[in-house]
């Protein structure tokens, strides 16, 4: 049910163009587990049968940072009923898909089972997971694509897991958390940046925390401390990133950070560049100034965007950034950043829009091209 | 001295070479442009002394080596001795050629042909830039600019 005979080029996705006038590329919408007795038939009998007996199947295996019953979980038009936001096919193809014309979107499905410290049952939920994905959405919408869920705690497995979805091209990226356990920079990680690497996996670095360390320099008291500081978070990931050379290691590598407010980042990076300068020497293996390695290897996803629309904070944060190529189209659906369809924080006719569409995500995710007809976008 | 018009590739004497020993550095000025000059195991070096950050003088910069990796984790020094660190903010250049290490691609010092020549040859004035060479006699220190 895993492999892609089910998906010959045959069947080959034809991009069309969308309501913003060019073919779009959706690089974050979210899928919801509906209840984890929904993942029951997709255990094995060992698993099957400890879910039953411990109670593991009543579980709720929710994020803290997630609650769905939030407003801005779902928009009142995307929020089904009496159902977990994001859990109904039909409302995403609505809303996500024919609402925006889109050709493709990339669904991420944040699920709790990543962050249980037994590394074997994050593991079981995870290839569950990522077997219900398959099943309940990819075979469904030709127009998903997918993230792989990996057990956060453990390398070994989580580089098990990847291997098991490698040869299913409608798995597009690696999905990690901005807070896990320690700094993605870390060589801890490498393994999975090497299996990721070579087998054409951006990471995609997702809002989110197992809360194994306080989200800012403490414990805060509120849901909106918590909501703000994920962007700080996407700070320390790039940071760590640069300093400890994954970039350098991992050349080919992209790192797509997902719902980080994006606007940040200029300003994080000019103090990157001014403080590297003067202590090069205690990472030599960075030789290009950190801005550099960040254009290059760092993409954001467009929704939410940190600032007011048509702005012109878009065009800034490209001038600023000194590229076009980093900005990825986004809606985040189901959640709750912006009406109708106005995703877009740039007019329509801008250059940049096809850009941010069709183009940068086409470069960051190759395996799109995998399951895409581009016959008609060769130019 | 002569006026800055006229410097174009001019010869300047800057000091006597047993001034400076190696190891040892001195600023000097040509034309109101201050100079940072550095004895290298012999080997004279100059380059303009004002960091290109925020006119830090390099002359006082702590000369160091080129901390080089070939992969992160693994450590190394190069350029021995060469490189000198601005004491204002630790911005590295490269006393051989101005180049910097902290953005290779942006920012360099500007570096000067240095001579060390027989008192007798300066005394027949400036010397074409394309036949001028770098020469090691005795005597004196001096900057082609």
């Known amino acids: ?379 | 001295m002569t006026t800055s018009a006229s410097l174009a590739r001019t010869r300047h004497v800057v000091a006597h070479a047993n001034e400076i020993k190696p190891g040892e550095r001195k600023l000097v000025e040509i034309a109101g442009r201050p100079i940072a000059l550095f004895n290298l195991n012999g080997e004279f070096f100059a380059i303009g002394d004002k960091c290109p950050h925020e006119a830090g003088s390099l002359c006082k910069g702590k000369l160091g080596s080129f901390a080089d990796s070939d992969e992160p984790g693994k450590y190394r020094l190069t350029h021995l001795g060469e490189v000198i660190k601005c004491p204002w903010h630790g911005w590295e250049f490269d006393i051989r050629t101005g180049q910097s290490y902290c953005d290779p691609q942006q920012v360099r010092v500007r570096s000067y042909e240095t001579g060390v020549a027989h008192g007798g040859d300066l005394l027949k004035g400036p010397y074409k830039a394309e036949t001028f060479k770098v020469t090691v006699e005795e005597d004196y220190v001096v900057i082609n600019l």
């Open chain 1, 1 to 379: 049910m895993n492999d892609l005979a089910n998906f010959s080029n045959a069947s080959a996705i034809k991009l069309k163009p969308g309501i913003f006038g060019h073919p779009a590329i959706d690089c974050d919408v979210h899928i919801a587990v509906p209840s984890t007795e929904a993942l029951m038939p997709y255990l094995d009998a060992y698993w099957y049968d400890a879910f039953r007996s411990r109670g593991i199947n009543r579980t709720s295996f929710t994020m803290t940072g997630d609650a769905p019953n939030a407003p801005m979980a779902a928009r009142p038009d995307w929020r089904p009923k009496d159902a977990r936001p994001g859990s109904d096919l039909a409302l995403l193809q609505k809303g996500a898909l024919d609402g925006f014309g889109s050709s493709i979107a990339i669904a991420n499905c944040i699920f709790g089972g990543v962050a249980l410290h037994s590394e074997d049952i994050a593991a079981a939920l995870c290839k569950a997971v990522n077997d219900w994905v398959t099943e309940q959405w990819l075979n469904k919408e030709p127009r998903l694509r997918a993230s792989i869920l990996v057990p956060l705690n453990s390398v070994e497995l989580a580089i098990e897991e990847i291997e098991r979805r490698a040869s299913d091209k409608r798995f597009v990226q690696v999905l990690m958390l901005a807070m896990g356990h320690d700094l993605l920079g870390k060589r801890q990680h490498w393994p999975i940046y090497e299996a990721a690497q070579r087998h054409k996996l951006p990471i995609n670095i997702h809002a989110g925390s197992l809360y194994h360390h306080p989200p800012m320099a403490g414990w805060g008291s509120f849901a909106y401390e918590d909501y703000v500081a994920q962007a700080f978070s996407f700070e320390n990931q790039v940071l760590s990133l640069v300093s400890e050379g994954v970039f350098q290691k991992f050349p080919d590598l992209k790192f797509v950070l997902s719902e980080s407010g994006v606007t940040w980042l200029p300003a994080c990076l000019w103090r990157f560049n001014k403080t590297w300068r003067g202590v090069r020497p205690e990472i030599p293996w960075v030789k290009r100034i950190p801005g550099d390695i960040v254009r290059e290897n760092i993409r954001l996803t467009l929704q939410p965007f940190d600032a007011p629309d048509h702005s012109g904070a878009v065009e800034r944060f490209v001038d600023q950034m000194k590229s076009d190529r980093m900005l990825l189209f986004s809606t985040d659906f189901p959640h709750w950043h912006f009406e109708g369809t106005d995703a877009l924080p740039v007019a329509a006719s801008s250059a940049l829009t096809k850009r941010m569409l069709l183009d940068n995500p086409l470069e960051t995710y190759p395996r799109l091209r995998e399951t895409l007809d581009i016959s008609e976008v060769a130019a």
